[in-house]
């Protein structure tokens, strides 16, 4: 069954520093989006992402976060200047189609972000 | 999106049948009843997905009244793997991108 890659599993980096979170969406999809769950905590919609724009964005997404599909199969995520409060896991999913609940969304299995 | 109450956890033993209840009372017309499954450190995992009466495939059934303002999933003989955290959404065809995930139910399944 085709599933939805992430790397890398774990990322630690420093306050300040730049990260990118990398996906793999299944290959016949055609909108992407970026979830966070924040250890214990509900998981929250970031962004989602169709034709080569962003179709929708949450709050959370402020200018400290970009996603880019830089080849017709990776999808990632930069966040440019990483603080404490953005640990997290970061879940990427992929969905054939735009309609979040009719079309069933398809998560990997997420990024650990640690922030130092 | 509709908002939906379920319980924050549940327990259960292996091989019983597990019944999570979902009240969704602002439910919509075109709004569709759906759930996930979440096991610790990994994402969330689409199980079933229902407008009214009755869904069932391979994992799970779904069980939804006429009135629509509550839904359950119904596990078949839990097991130990089955421990995860499920979670019900409600929301409309046309709606938006974005899945709003509640806090969930975190089902412990004991031996």
């Known amino acids: 069954e085709p599933e939805v890659t992430q790397t890398p599993s774990h990322q630690v980096t420093q306050m300040g520093q730049e990260v990118i979170l990398r996906c793999v969406p299944i290959?016949?999809?055609?909108?992407f989006y970026w979830y966070r769950q924040i250890l214990g905590q509900k998981v929250e919609f970031l962004v989602s992402?169709?034709?080569?724009?962003?179709?929708?964005k949450s709050e959370i997404f402020d200018d400290q976060f970009s996603v880019e599909r830089p080849d017709g199969s990776n999808f990632t995520l930069k966040i440019r200047s990483t603080k404490l409060e953005d640990s997290a896991m970061y879940f990427c999913a992929s969905s054939e189609g735009g309609t979040a609940i009719t079309d069933t969304q398809y998560f990997g299995p997420g990024t650990r972000l640690t922030v130092l | 999106l509709a908002k939906t109450t379920q319980p924050i956890s549940m327990d259960s033993y292996e091989g019983q049948e597990v019944n999570i209840t979902c009240s969704h009372n602002n439910i919509a017309t075109n709004d569709y009843i759906t759930w996930y499954q979440q096991f610790p450190s990994q994402g969330p995992r689409f199980i079933i997905q229902g407008y009214k009466t009755k869904v069932t495939n391979e994992v799970a059934s779904l069980f939804i009244p006429a009135d629509r303002k509550s839904s359950t999933l119904s596990l078949p003989r839990v097991s130990l793997s089955d421990t995860a955290v499920y979670y019900c959404?409600?929301?409309?065809?046309?709606?938006?991108?974005?899945?709003?995930f509640g806090s969930g139910t975190r089902l412990l399944v004991r031996p």
């Open positions: 290959s016949n999809h055609l909108y």
């Open positions: 959404l409600v929301g409309a065809g046309d709606s938006s991108y974005k899945l709003i």
């Open positions: 992402f169709y034709n080569n724009e962003i179709s929708e």
